[in-house]
């Protein structure tokens, strides 16, 4: 077995078991908050080994053989649930794949008893969707093996966001986001991705701009400036603003968001057609970036709302690139999990030190 | 019990079972707290026969010794605002544990909220709590406030002169506000006429429609939807401007404003009982002493939380997350709010706009809160925490021994004894250490700190957010009415 070496923290040959040697001690991934920069490095670092694997004519490594990963999607998903499957399987990994429309869930079974089922029936690794935000650190409390967060509700999608990372750093210079401008444009206030990217974004010291109408961005305004003076360790300043051209003048990186219809029924926008108008991510406005800017969005598209289909299928656009991208940071994610020492209760794995 | 205690009762020589009378207790050099006279200092407490025969105030060598940080004896406390959940919801309390609860937290009278089911609505509800309360053998004293409407389903108002005959000491839709000002102001007058009050739960319903948390710093990183201080500002503003409206035509009409958490909607009290306007007030332990950033994991006290120029730290900032983020036994309503804001509730509390604390002890089953965080129930269990958490304010120098003190027994009697039809009943009698009457008193220990756990928490409901936190001021004995209410296993 040979072993690549990164610094202090070795990484073993992805064709082998997990080992100890991966200096990795999270037992659950619910949100990039919890990353140090350095463990960000090495699930970028480990990303890379999978795009690896993923060259390959045969795609499967048996690194996972017989462990077992479960998806638990409590709410539609089509690119996420089969990022994460393909994932396991490429690592070997045995999946079972649960919907809430097919599960006890339609007969009222809560959350917890649910999880102690599939703890029962032998999950090891919980892939969760959910509509409720925090609702896997309730499946973490109570489960035994590991969960891995797909999406909760308004609060965090860790998995995009390290997706998104790495996506941008392929496309930067030396990997490098530092002093980069990344503009993210959409439905802030509602966005999961927005809210994980401030942590890995702000952690890779890209120069953050958050940008939409003044109703989908309620609270950011007060987050930004809480951190505006450099308050929190390891994470710099981010910007929001309601002016799209500001947002996206020189940027690196430009990234929209899906816009639901549902917002127009909450009284939060007049139309699409308005938002399109006034937000939306046409040509003219992409214009404003770097000539060599990246366009990404996480899907799903509403083409012609937040971006225009001409961007979105243009030479800077790298939306495919993401969910390619997805299933290498996944599989990355799911061999660092399943490596992880066991260290019990999930308080135990922060050992007294503060939970972000 | 220390120092020198010795409790008998009428049926064994090992003393008093909780619904005995007390037949002889003596307490020698304690801290005696009279929130009537105003007078604090060392002292001893004679029992006899249910009857607190003498009050001895110490002095000179005798009283050396004797400290505030010690064994403090003070009135039973009285609380205004609980839910027991008798009849319906027996699962998450009952008369009985509930009565204990409250014994174990140092209280001999509780006002229990109508919201149960059937809700509180005609007389015959209020006979099954009452049966439900001697069944129980507790002597804690069970008042009650009526539904406004019936059903509380905010339509038509409920059997409200009924009620008043059977003895309800005011009316409420807690739980929810009185649907509609219409409804409010026809519910001021009715009250009003009958002498009896509108307790309020404050809250614009729609603007925290789907809300999970305060609208703040920390339900913006959380991802959870925000409950924005408007929604109780505006209520408030809504009632105080029918209050008002009321008085023209019903100069008897009272409002109670009840768990206030806003630094402005307790402001907009401040200044409509500045002009005269027959409102009160009443704020919680858990407003006092928890902040919002609790949901994201710190435990560390409100003002433990407030920065120098008066707002609110950022417990990321400071590495202050130390706890499981999302515990739903912080799910309240109204939701906890930032450090400011309960800064702003102790200063109501110390300016006198707020003049009472009480629990909205709220206990919930297992079942409706070990679920998502945005689908668990709404409250806290506390009423056995409200002293220790008070004592926390204590012990940090904000509030003093005789003020938390009062707060819990003479305020919210006053309170009472401001609606003129339960004016001149026993719920309104003021709370004291009067010598000759049936003695009603909680002996409690500063010195002694007790773990809150599952365990520890007689009432059903262990839906505390204190779970696992120590708390300084052990109940040693509570003595409801002259018979014991409760008493310290290992005292």
């Known amino acids: 077995m040979s072993v690549q070496a990164y610094g202090a923290a070795g990484v073993p040959e992805i064709d082998s078991a997990p080992t100890q040697e991966v200096v990795w001690h999270h037992r659950h991934l619910l949100d990039v908050d919890a990353l140090t920069w350095p463990e960000i490095e090495l699930i970028m670092r480990t990303t890379d080994e999978m795009k690896g694997i993923l060259a390959r004519p045969i795609r499967k490594v048996p690194a996972l053989n017989g462990r077992r990963v479960t998806t638990l999607f409590y709410e539609a998903s089509t690119r996420t649930r089969v990022s994460f499957e393909t994932a396991a399987r490429n690592l070997s990994a045995d999946v079972v794949s649960i919907s809430t429309a097919t599960s006890s869930v339609t007969k009222g079974e809560s959350l917890v008893d649910t999880i102690r089922t599939l703890e029962a029936l032998g999950a090891e690794i919980l892939v969760m969707r959910h509509s409720v935000s925090g609702a896997p650190y309730l499946a973490a409390e109570v489960f035994g093996g590991h969960v891995l967060n797909g999406g909760d509700g308004w609060h965090a999608h860790p998995t995009q966001a390290l997706l998104d990372l790495y996506t941008m750093r392929q496309h930067l210079p030396g990997g490098d986001l530092r002093g980069r401008k990344v503009a993210i444009v959409g439905d802030i206030l509602h966005s999961r991705v927005a809210r994980s990217n401030i942590w890995s974004l702000t952690a890779a010291g890209a120069d953050l701009w958050l940008c939409g109408p003044a109703t989908l961005l309620r609270g950011m305004d007060r987050w930004a400036t809480a951190w505006g003076d450099g308050a929190i360790p390891g994470h710099g300043r981010f910007h929001v603003t309601s002016d799209v051209e500001v947002a996206v003048r020189d940027a690196d990186v430009v990234m929209a968001l899906r816009i639901q219809r549902e917002r127009m029924q909450g009284g939060l926008l007049p139309s699409l057609r308005e938002y399109a108008a006034r937000f939306g991510l046409n040509a003219e406005r992409v214009s404003l970036a770097k000539p060599e800017a990246i366009v990404m969005h996480p899907g799903p598209m509403n083409e012609g709302v937040e971006i225009a289909p001409d961007v979105a299928v243009s030479g800077r656009a790298v939306i495919t690139e993401q969910v390619a991208n997805g299933v290498a940071v996944r599989m990355a994610l799911l061999y660092l999990l399943a490596g992880a020492h066991e260290t019990g209760r999930p308080h135990d794995a922060h050992s007294g030190e503060a939970i972000r | ?491």
């Open chain 2, 1 to 491: 019990m220390s120092p020198r205690a010795k409790t008998t009762g009428a049926a064994s020589a090992a003393g008093p079972k909780v619904g005995e009378v007390v037949e002889r207790f003596e307490l020698e050099k304690a801290w005696l707290v009279d929130p009537v006279s105003g007078r604090e200092g060392p002292g001893e407490i004679v029992v006899r026969d249910g009857v607190l025969e003498s009050v001895v105030w110490l002095e000179g060598e005798e009283a050396q010794g004797v400290t505030d940080k010690g064994v403090v004896v003070g009135p039973g406390f009285f609380d205004l605002h609980a839910h027991f959940r008798e009849p319906g919801f027996e699962d998450a309390e009952t008369v009985a544990s509930g009565s204990a609860a409250a014994a174990h937290g140092g209280y001999t009278t509780v006002a229990v909220m109508p919201n149960t089911s059937p809700a509180l609505d005609d007389p015959g509800v209020l006979e099954r709590i009452r049966s439900a309360s001697r069944a129980s053998g507790s002597p804690v004293e069970i008042l009650a406030f009526g539904a406004v409407s019936a059903g509380r389903a905010g339509e038509q108002l409920s059997a409200m002169g009924e009620l008043a005959d059977a003895g309800v000491i005011g009316y409420s839709d807690d739980g929810a506000p009185v649907k509609t000002p219409k409804l409010l102001r026809s519910a001021l007058l009715y009250a009003g006429m009958l002498g009896l009050p509108v307790v309020e739960h404050a809250e614009d319903i729609e603007l925290t429609a789907a809300a999970e948390a305060h609208d703040g710093y920390v339900a913006s990183i959380l991802g959870l939807q925000g409950w924005p201080a408007a929604a109780e500002v505006n209520a408030v503003s809504r009632d105080l401007g029918v209050l008002a409206d009321a008085l023209a035509d019903e100069p008897r009409a009272r409002l109670h404003l009840t768990h206030l958490s806003t630094a402005a909607s307790l402001d907009l009290v401040r200044r409509a009982r500045a002009a005269g306007l027959p409102v009160t007030c009443d704020v919680t332990p858990h407003h006092l002493a928890l902040a919002d950033e609790w949901i994201a994991g710190s435990r560390r006290w409100s003002w433990e939380a407030l920065s120098a120029d008066g707002g609110s730290r950022d417990p990321w900032a400071d590495g202050a997350l130390t706890a499981w983020p999302y515990n739903t036994s912080l799910r309240v309503n109204p939701p906890l709010r930032t450090a400011a804001d309960a800064a702003a509730c102790l200063a109501a509390l110390l300016d006198g706009t707020a003049s009472a604390v009480v629990t909205d002890h709220a206990p919930h089953t297992v079942v409706d809160k070990e679920v998502e965080f945005g689908r668990a129930s709404n409250g806290i269990s506390g009423i056995e925490t409200a002293l220790g958490v008070l004592l926390a304010l204590v012990d940090a120098g904000k509030l003093s021994l005789a003020g938390a003190i009062a707060a819990l027994t003479t305020g919210p009697a006053a309170i009472v004894a401001g609606w003129p039809a339960a004016a001149a009943t026993p719920a309104a009698r003021k709370r004291g250490l009067t010598e000759g009457a049936p003695a009603d008193l909680v002996v409690f220990d500063r010195a002694d700190r007790w773990a809150v756990t599952e365990a520890s928490l007689l009432s059903k409901g262990k839906n505390s957010p204190l779970i696992g936190r120590e708390l300084s001021g052990r109940v040693l004995l509570t003595i409801a009415g002259g018979k014991l209410a409760y008493e310290d296993p290992q005292a």
